[in-house]
């Protein structure tokens, strides 16, 4: 298991997903891995080739109106994949991402416990 995988505090639900990374003017299509309350992963898109001592915007199309939206960092990058840590994300963006993690958490404890985990970070 890798180092990211040990230190992980937030569970991820795998979700589908139209998402796309920005970065100033650039933009990727990127497929959609798995997301937390605390970031997400999605696999490499192609071409890859961005500034990496930039910080990127993630946004996750949820519906007609709905998106999670975040300033992202990455993290890690391991083969085809990426995993971002969420810098910053706006009241709407949480609320929609805590209800949607909510939804495929089966333990509500565990879920107090990361909210109240984010909280405090």
């Known amino acids: 298991m ?27 299509p990127v497929e959609l891995l798995d997301l937390s309350l605390k970031g997400l992963l999605i696999k490499c898109p192609e071409p890859w080739d961005p500034d990496l001592t930039q910080d990127f915007e993630a946004i996750v199309h949820l519906g007609e109106q709905a998106k999670v939206q975040m300033l992202v960092e990455l993290r890690h990058e391991e083969g085809c994949q990426l995993g971002f840590v969420c810098l910053y994300i706006d009241v709407d963006s949480m609320s929609h991402l805590h ?16 909210l109240r985990e984010l909280i405090e970070d």
């Open 99 to 114: 209800r949607l993690v909510e939804l495929n958490v089966a333990d509500s404890t565990e879920m107090m416990r990361e």
């Open 2 to 28: 890798s180092d990211h995988q040990e230190r992980r505090r937030f569970q991820r639900v795998s979700f589908d997903a139209p998402t796309e990374l920005r970065q100033g003017e650039r933009k990727w």
